[in-house]
């Protein structure tokens, strides 16, 4: 089988795609997934949208990666410009339920909302760290994008733009608060992720690696805990009140200090077997975060 991919520009396109008529708005749409033609569709292939999706699915399976996912109880995921989704579906398959919102980036481009969308992490998160929404969560959403449609399906005026915007920063603000509940509710499984982490980047201090490669990235820490840098930086600020980056300062400072007191090697040599290109970048990151530098550490 042959897999398509899908350059999705527009919102027009989408429509197309999904067999539904010309959008009301050119800019933002909302699908109702159990009004797309399946049997006219695509079985598999790829999408790359250039817009922004918030996306509420029951009954659906896709590939996102390497994994295959079930979206038998419902979970919303959100997808930023360019991101790949892989979709594997047969035709016989139950109807999918859910709906879809999608934004353009141009319709937020020089607004307030625009400006703050990097707040905004879990565009960036994979599939399997998708949000599970309860009934009450659910039917928030949803009171919101039955508005936003109202909205756009009335005669669009001057106050319907901003009253959009004002709408879907309301629904990913409380897409933001349903993500801290659900860090919440998942902290045994959380501290089971900190705890491989703590090993994971102690051992790495601990090895040739950080010689070889350098200092970790977030990025690569994350992928050693099978999560996305964000979600996981996320997972470690909501337990911890540290973000990915601080954690792995603080571990390659303690190895630092550590070197500092206990061996008669110079700054220049500990800085290099910390991995630094340059030991100027190693001897500024000591004071920002110690408060002194390493030779009045290492002089007490």
């Known amino acids: 089988m042959n897999d398509i991919a899908y350059k999705v520009q527009t ?9 539904f008529d010309k959008p009301k708005h050119p800019l933002v ?11 006219n569709g695509p079985e598999s292939g790829s999408f790359i949208c250039s817009f922004y999706s918030v996306n509420f699915k029951n009954n659906c399976s896709f590939v996102y990666g390497r994994q295959t996912f079930d979206h038998q109880e419902g979970t919303l995921h959100c997808t930023a410009p360019e991101q790949i989704i892989t979709f594997d579906r047969k035709k016989d398959a139950p109807v999918t339920e859910g709906w879809g919102l999608y934004f353009h980036p141009e319709l937020i481009r020089n607004t307030a909302l625009g400006k703050k969308m990097h707040e905004y992490s879990f565009f960036s998160y994979a599939e399997h760290e998708a949000l599970h929404l309860s009934d009450q969560e ?3 959403l949803l009171s919101i994008l039955k508005q936003m449609e109202n909205e756009y399906n009335t005669n669009i005026d001057l106050y319907t733009h901003n009253l959009i915007l004002s709408n879907i920063e309301l629904l990913l603000n409380y ?7 659900q860090f919440i509710t998942r902290t045994n499984q959380n501290k089971d992720i900190i705890i491989r982490f703590e090993e994971f980047i ?3 201090f601990n090895s040739h690696e950080i010689k070889s490669i ?4 977030v990025k690569y820490c994350a992928e050693a805990m099978n999560l996305s840098p964000n979600y996981f930086s996320d997972l470690l600020k909501s337990e911890t009140g540290k973000n990915a980056q601080e954690h792995i300062h603080y571990q390659l400072l303690e190895k630092a200090k550590t070197l500092l007191a206990s061996s008669n090697k110079s700054i220049n040599e500990i800085a290099f077997e910390l991995g630094f290109e340059y030991p100027q970048n190693f001897s500024k990151l000591f004071k920002k975060k110690v408060g002194i530098t ?4 290492r002089a007490g």
Do not use: A, M, W
């Open 214 to 217: 350098g200092i970790p990235t």
């Open 29 to 39: 749409t909302i699908i109702d997934y159990s009004n797309v033609d399946v049997q």
């Open 294 to 297: 390493p030779t009045l550490y």
């Open 138 to 140: 659910k039917q928030t």
């Open 11 to 19: 919102i027009s396109e989408l429509h197309q795609i999904t067999g």
């Open 202 to 204: 102690t051992n790495y």
């Open 175 to 181: 897409c933001n608060r349903f993500y801290g509940r």
